[in-house]
């Protein structure tokens, strides 16, 4: 039984070490001929939008799945002419235009902070004078958006003493932003959102079936630097009574409305309301397994990974129950010295088979431990035990 | 980094799946062009003996291992000039005949089975003499014997009306013995063994890092069927205290005597003494993981595929702790339909890429659960959702 993946990265890796026990082959395309899942399964080297190359993914492929959402949405829809694609072309179109998914938000029920999208510099201007800078703003391409990529901060003060700013430097400031943010956008346009004074990020990771059961592992909370997820703590400490069944009702009207088979990721802001209660802003989504998922590997009953599959092929869920407490580490840039991690007491190392460069995504680390108590000290042994830059 | 492994069975596969995730490369030799580990890693197909193939097994290899316990002792001592090789090749000399591995336990303070060695029919027939048929008698080769093949049992009544055996239909069915194991011993001659009357059958997986330290996982209870393993629980039920503490002497002494380094088993009958207190007797070893240790990977800390590549690469040694209860079912002949098996609460699928052959090892199940008394009820479930013959 053969999956086919668009994209080879790490993502798709550890699908491949998820389903090779399970008796599945694996073909990937992935256009970089060094691509993470070259190690463990067969690869077609080619762009995605290569005709010959999609029908060799296809071919015998049991069903075809993605590990990257930047795949151009039109390869998907053609594939499904003649092909099982799982999740559906509808998710990853949706997903990948931030417009969209707010809009989608929006209609399942989730709040979002505000936003306006804009075409022209000159829209930008307006929407930012109609949202006010207030806590700040961050300008982001609708499209092609990836770990901090495609993003520009205008923060209070930065633009003159508040609260009236200064015009002429705010031009600059935009025309910057715009210039940086728009050549990222590819003729997608652009949404200015106004800044969330948010507690911390949470993130949820759920699994729909073909026949609509749906699974969710715990919320958990993330911690970025420079726009790159450095480290999760699953489940997510101090979590308020009613904010992961919130979060489940929320994914589960996002997974019916696109009739979604596999893994979706969805990233919330944890706000509070105009009472101090805790509140879930909708950040963003992934069609597909997710970084901060990862600790499910050793953290739950079964992995994220092998959950995908399950899903996408048809076969019952597996049991998302976490079994321990985890924190998870991204490795990023360099490599470390793998004695060096392993003698971190539960400590397990994923590296995913690429060669070192600055901020790069290598490897992670997962610590397991019996109390939250523990995780903030493994986190900090993890950090030490890699070399500068790596945590 | 690579891991240079004589042979390339499921065992090998489980290997290099759980170190492909920490940054190691693997490279088999095994004979067969069609063995497990080919689907996951290079493999040279040569005969174990083939001496351009070893050098090429070890070629810029970090260390040497094997996932078989029948490669050629010699080859293991031709590696160890210019290789690193763990475990020993006098583990493997010594676990290769049944003689030196019964005088090995005995020197570490191991009870065994009554026995004696035989090299001639004549000797079988004093050995049986001065031994007694008594609740009968078990005639192994010395080498080779694998999963009940080389055996031949002399029960009591078979040679006629006790206690006085038929002299002439013990003489017709020592014939039969000698002839069948005989041809299994390879000039290694045969040991004459008492059955012993025991209550079940446990085994003790541990590991012994480069540095000596040593760890152990939890003692199981083993299930076999025309012998060949059928199922094993972990941890082992109703444990009398002290047994896991004197298997784990007895298994260290044994690793102290050998040099030992990498994951050891060892199978014992849980018999009972004079008194009725439960004392365990040792039957055999194995210098590699083995398939009572398979619970590991959903059920402990630590795999014991992971913790053998640990020790043997001289990284530390990973926690054993057992995570939940498991219940491991072997897959014998036929194939599942892997959904049946994944409707299963907390069950894994493990297929090793195998063809079906009747009895052949295929894959095995885990299941988990919170407490004993729920596996027998998730193994019947299993041997249920498998094709007859395949349970």
Redesign the interface.
């Known amino acids: 039984m053969i999956v086919g993946i668009l994209g080879g990265g790490q993502l798709g890796r550890?699908l491949a070490?998820a389903g090779?026990?399970?008796?599945l082959?694996f073909r990937f395309l992935d256009p970089d001929p060094c691509a993470p899942c070259a190690?463990?399964a067969e690869q077609i080297v080619a762009e995605y939008d290569d005709p010959g190359a999609l029908d060799r993914l296809a071919d015998g492929a049991t069903v075809v799945t993605y590990e990257f959402e930047n795949v151009p949405a039109q390869v998907a829809q053609r594939l499904e002419a003649h092909a099982r694609v799982h999740p559906p072309a509808l998710a990853l179109a949706t997903l990948q235009d931030r417009l969209l998914e707010k809009q989608l938000f929006t209609e399942c029920g989730i709040a979002v902070p505000d936003f306006v999208p804009v075409a022209t510099r000159e829209e930008l201007g307006a929407a930012v004078t109609q949202l006010g800078i207030g806590d700040g703003l961050v300008i982001k391409s609708r499209r092609m958006g990836y770990d901090g990529k495609g993003q520009a901060v205008i923060r209070p003060g930065s633009t003159g003493i508040l609260p009236v700013p200064d015009m002429a430097k705010m031009a600059v400031l935009l025309d910057a932003a715009w210039s940086d943010v728009s050549s990222h956008a590819e003729n997608g346009g652009l949404i200015v959102e106004r800044f969330v004074a948010f507690t911390r990020e949470l993130s949820l990771v759920g699994i729909r079936a073909r026949d609509g059961d749906t699974r969710f592992y715990p919320l958990v909370e993330n911690h970025h630097s420079r726009g790159v997820l450095r480290s999760t703590i699953a489940p997510a400490p101090d979590l308020s009574p009613g904010l992961q069944d919130g979060a489940e009702n929320h994914a589960r009207a996002i997974m019916r409305h696109l009739n979604y088979v596999g893994v979706l990721a969805i990233e919330f802001f944890e706000s509070a309301d105009a009472a101090g209660k805790p509140v879930l802003l909708g950040n963003e989504m992934a069609p597909r397994v997710h970084n901060t998922g990862h600790w499910t590997i050793e953290g739950a009953?079964?992995s994220q990974f092998?959950n995908h599959l399950?899903a996408i092929?048809?076969?019952?869920l597996?049991?998302t129950t976490p079994?321990?407490m985890c924190a998870m580490v991204n490795i990023l840039g360099r490599?470390p010295r793998?004695?060096h991690i392993?003698?971190i007491?539960?400590a397990?190392?994923?590296?995913y088979?690429k060669s070192e460069r600055p901020a790069r995504k290598l490897?992670h680390v997962t610590m397991?431990a019996d109390a939250h108590d523990q995780l903030q000290g493994l986190i900090e042994r993890a950090q030490r035990a890699l070399p500068p830059d790596a945590a």
Do not use: K, N, S
Not at 313 to 316: A, D, F, H, T, V
């Open positions: 550890m070490l090779i026990p399970m008796g082959r190690q463990v009953a079964t092998e399950r092929l048809g076969w019952p597996g049991d079994r321990r490599l793998p004695e392993l003698a007491p539960g397990h190392l994923h590296l088979g490897g397991v």
